[in-house]
């Protein structure tokens, strides 16, 4: 489908990525949640920074900044087990299981791209009922979101050119990341990309433009 951006230039799109939290599933609140009560256990409540868009151990990083690799890895792990406990109130984000199901109904490969490990990025998208077809986590990669890596791995997981690919993001770091990656980006829910949308309603009124 060709789709024209917000600058005039055109691509040609066969492939989509979509960012999980924030994106496709509304867990915001979980996400947030699960922060605070790791910063009070470890001591750091009023020092707390989250990096949103951005694999967990950055934000571990930016708050331990002298800590040891080891220790990082310790304080890590606490975080992880307190983020994979909580799912409650998670839930698909608005427009997503209709763009997901028009999507699918037209065979356009598309996948995953989340910050979130392999862990937790299933058990958030079992409780969202969202199930995809393929799955681009921070156990896949080396470099984690702004890096393009992670897009560019899952456009080879739909075995789609970059340039042939929107890259779906909530947040600066994940557009960021699909500009470097060489795909188009699409901003949503408040955030600028290529193409900005309002929410995922608008990205598939969009594609249903495109395709007519």
Known sequence: ?????????????????????????????????????????VGVADRLEILYGRPSLATVQHCFPDA??????????????????????????????ELLAWITERRIPWSIVTSADAALATARLGASGIAAPHLVTCDDVAFGKPHPEPFLLGAQRIATPPSA????????????????????????????????????????????????
């Open 1 to 41: 489908m060709q789709i024209t951006d917000d600058s005039g230039h055109q691509w040609t799109i066969s492939g989509l990525l979509f960012d999980m939290d924030g994106t496709l599933i509304d867990s915001g609140h979980v996400v947030d949640r699960s922060w605070q009560r790791w910063a009070e256990s």
């Open 68 to 97: 040891d690799p080891q220790h990082l890895q310790h304080l890590h792990r606490q975080f992880d087990d307190i983020e994979r406990a909580d799912l409650e109130g998670i839930v698909p984000r608005p427009g997503a299981v």
């Open 165 to 212: 690919c929107l890259g779906v993001e909530d947040q600066p770091a994940g557009i960021s990341s699909v500009r470097a990656a060489g795909c188009c980006s699409v901003g949503v829910w408040g955030v600028a990309g290529d193409i900005t949308a309002p929410d995922l309603a608008g990205l598939l009124r969009l594609l249903q433009s495109a395709q007519s």
